[in-house]
C-alpha cells in the first residue's frame, strides 16, 4: 500500500502543481483507487480461500493459511508491543538512542525529550494506535465475517473480513503517509484523511466502551467512556482524544500536554488530568490491555457461533 501510495503521489503533484482544488481531487483519486483496489485484492483472496475449501484436503489447508495470514497482515498488535519495547530496551542505554528509536513511531519531534517525555510519547502513541493499529481492523474484519453470516452459501458472494480490513488498512495508511497539515498535503491527503477518520470513529468508542472491562474494574466502563468522550472533544482529532482519553482513565495516568511537531509547539488537551504521569508500568499495563480485550471482542464475536453450534448438536 505505502509502494502504491508513494508511486501514485508523484504524478499527482506534477499534475496538480499547488493548486488546492486539483490537489484534493488527486488525493481522492489516490484514495478510490487505493482503498478500492486493496477491498478487491482482499475479496480475490477470500474467493481463492473459498475455493480451496470446497476441494477440500491440502488445498482447503492452503486456503485457510492464506486467509489467516492475510488477516493476520491487517492487525498490527504484535508490532505495536515489539516497537514499544525496542524504544524502552534503547532508552537503557541512554536518552539518545530512545529518542530515536522513537522518532520512528511517532510524529512528534523527539530530540530533547527526557524520559518523563519519552514515556508519555511511547504512552500516547501506544493507546492511539492500539485503536488505530488493532482494534479498527479487527472491528471492520468482525463486519466483513456477519456480512458472509452463518451460512456457507453467502460466504464469497460478497466482500468478507479480509476485503474490509484491507480496505480499512489503505485508508489508515494513506492518513498516516500523506494526512499532514503542511505544504500540498494539506490538500493532498484530504480524502483519505476524512474517510479514515469516518472509518476509525466507531470503533474507537466502541474501545473506549469496552476497555474498562478487561481491567480491574469493569463496572467503571460507563464512566470511561463519558469521561472520554468528554476530555477527547477538544482534541483536534475526531479519535485520537478519545481513544487516549479512555486508556489514560483505565490505567490512571495523565496524557496530553505540549508536543512539538516540525519545531513548533502545540498544545493538546489534558486527558485524566490530575493523575501520575506515566511510567514503563503504566506503558506495559496498556500493552496488555489490548491483548485482552482483543481476546474478548472475538470471543463475543464467536458466541452467537458457537451457541448455534450447540444447539445444532443437542437437537
Known sequence: MGWWITRLRGPAERWAGDSPRRLRLAGLVITVLLVGGSALAGWGVERLALAGA?????????GLGLLVVGLASALAG??????????????????????????????????????????????E??????????????????????????????????????AWAWAFKASSTLDSMLGYRRGRLRWLGTAGARLDDLLVWLPCRCTAASLALVSARPWRAPAVLWR???????????NAGVSQAAYAW???VQLGGRNRY?????????????????DQLAVARMLALNRRLSCLWLALAAGPSVVRFITKTLS
Open 54 to 62: 470446497a476441494l477440500g484436503g491440502w488445498w482447503a489447508c492452503c
Open 228 to 238: 472520554a468522550l468528554r476530555d477527547g472533544r477538544f482534541d483536534p482529532s475526531p
Open 78 to 123: 504484535r508490532s505495536l508491543a515489539v516497537a514499544v519495547a525496542d524504544v524502552l530496551a534503547a532508552s537503557q542505554d541512554g536518552l539518545e538512542p530512545g529518542r530515536q528509536r522513537l522518532s520512528w513511531i511517532v510524529g512528534r519531534d523527539t530530540d530533547g525529550l527526557d524520559q518523563a517525555g519519552i514515556l508519555r510519547a511511547l504512552a
Open 250 to 252: 483505565v490505567v490512571g
Open 125 to 162: 502513541t501506544t493507546s492511539e494506535n492500539g485503536v488505530d493499529g488493532l482494534f479498527a481492523p479487527l472491528f471492520w474484519m468482525l463486519v466483513g465475517a456477519a456480512l458472509w453470516g452463518p451460512s456457507a452459501a453467502q460466504a464469497g458472494t460478497v466482500p468478507g473480513p479480509l
Open 262 to 278: 516540525g519545531g513548533e509547539w502545540r498544545s493538546k488537551p489534558l486527558l485524566a488530568a490530575g493523575h501520575p504521569a506515566p
